[in-house]
């Protein structure tokens, strides 16, 4: 069965510090990946989505970046964290479908 | 401007009676919807879809109904169990890809044994 796997569960990290965020997903291959933020009291963002290796597409204009250096590797990256960065982030998987099936746990992101 | 709500942040029903989720959208253009439904310390899971050419899609307990002219989605759980009890978000997409969904802010609800 696939499943997704997606580390920190929390991070507390200072205003202009970098972040790497990791998400993997097991037994499935070729998946379309997804990085999601949300907001206290709102709906999901999309940031980023992923449709191959090295294939990325942004959404939202922002401080963030991500890459997906292997085919079930998505990275969500900051050189120099802002405040506004702080929130809950979520990844996301999918495959044969164009919207995302199975999202991890999440990390929540506290920026100090 | 949110253009997915879900205006009710909280339901509570009882058990085996029906769990009515509702969710409204501004944007005329959405053509494909979504439910979503998140328990405690995990993800959320795709729970229904239906697609703006349909005015309602069911699987199993689930039904989805959706009045494109009210802008008005709804999902319908028959009958209603405690494991059901979770998180429910709505979203919807406007593009043909799909992927760039937008959230509502989702509705718990509780089912009450």
């Known amino acids: 069965s696939q499943t997704i796997h997606q580390w920190p569960a929390t991070l507390v990290q200072p205003v202009g510090s970098p972040l790497s965020l990791e998400c993997t997903v097991e037994g499935t291959s070729n998946p379309n990946l997804y990085w999601y933020r949300q907001a206290a009291g709102r709906g999901l963002q999309l940031l980023f989505y992923?449709?191959?290796?090295?294939?990325i597409s942004s959404e939202v204009p922002q401080n963030l970046s991500a890459s997906r250096p292997q085919d079930r590797q998505f990275i969500l990256s900051s050189k120099k964290l802002l405040l506004s960065d702080s929130g809950f982030y979520l990844c996301a998987w999918s495959v044969h479908r164009a919207w995302p099936q199975h999202f991890g746990d999440g990390t929540r992101l506290s920026i100090l | 401007d949110q253009q997915v709500k879900q205006n009710s942040p909280s339901l509570s029903v009882q058990e085996g009676r029906i769990s009515i989720l509702n969710c409204d959208y501004t944007?005329?253009?959405?053509?494909?919807f979504l439910w979503y439904k998140k328990y405690p310390a995990e993800g959320p899971t795709f729970l229904i879809s239906?697609?703006?050419?349909?005015d309602k899609n069911e699987d199993g307990r689930f039904t989805v109904f959706l009045n494109k002219s009210a802008k008005h989605l709804s999902l319908h759980i028959v009958p209603s169990q405690p494991g059901d009890s979770a998180v429910y978000f709505c979203?919807?997409?406007?593009?043909?890809?799909?992927?760039?969904?937008?959230f509502g802010p989702g509705t718990r609800l509780s089912v009450l044994p």
């Open positions: 979203a919807a997409s406007a593009d043909n890809y799909g992927q760039n969904f937008v």
């Open positions: 944007n005329s253009m959405f053509d494909y």
């Open positions: 992923s449709v191959g290796i090295g294939q």
């Open positions: 239906i697609s703006s050419i349909k």
